[in-house]
């Protein structure tokens, strides 16, 4: 069974850093692109960024740009998305997905393409 799992959401501080991780189980992470979405009440669905399979660099929104991380460990079957200097805009659920066409670039897919979803964790970043 194909499956994602995200943790690490909590409550922290504007500033402060946090670390998501993203489990997958039922496939590899070799040939698949993973990219992590997020979205705030009221708000659409927000791409946030992407690690490809053949991509030279992973994907990140210009909102998280310089502060977002995001890095894979095939072994493990994980995706981290390393989140520094976070700002209350930054609150929102956030969600891993897998990308499983192998010719498709994360960078120009849309949360649509995405095969695979892991239910969300959330982020909330205020004083």
């Known amino acids: 069974q194909l499956q994602l799992v995200e943790s690490g959401g909590d409550l922290v501080q504007p500033g402060e850093s946090l670390t998501l991780s993203c489990t997958a189980s039922?496939?590899?992470?070799?040939?698949?692109?993973i990219g992590w979405f997020r979205q705030a009440p009221g708000k659409e669905r927000e791409r946030v960024s992407c690690?490809?399979?053949?991509?030279?660099?992973?994907y990140y929104a210009d909102s998280v740009k310089g502060r977002f991380t995001v890095s894979k460990d095939n072994a493990k079957k994980m995706v981290y998305l390393q989140m520094n200097s976070l700002k209350p805009e930054d609150t929102a659920v956030y969600y891993c997905a897998a990308l499983m066409e192998i010719f498709t670039l994360c960078r120009f897919a849309s949360g649509r393409e995405y095969d695979y979803w892991g239910q969300g964790t959330q982020v909330t970043v205020s004083s």
């Open positions: 690690i490809g399979i053949t991509e030279p660099s992973p």
């Open positions: 039922g496939f590899t992470l070799d040939k698949t692109a």
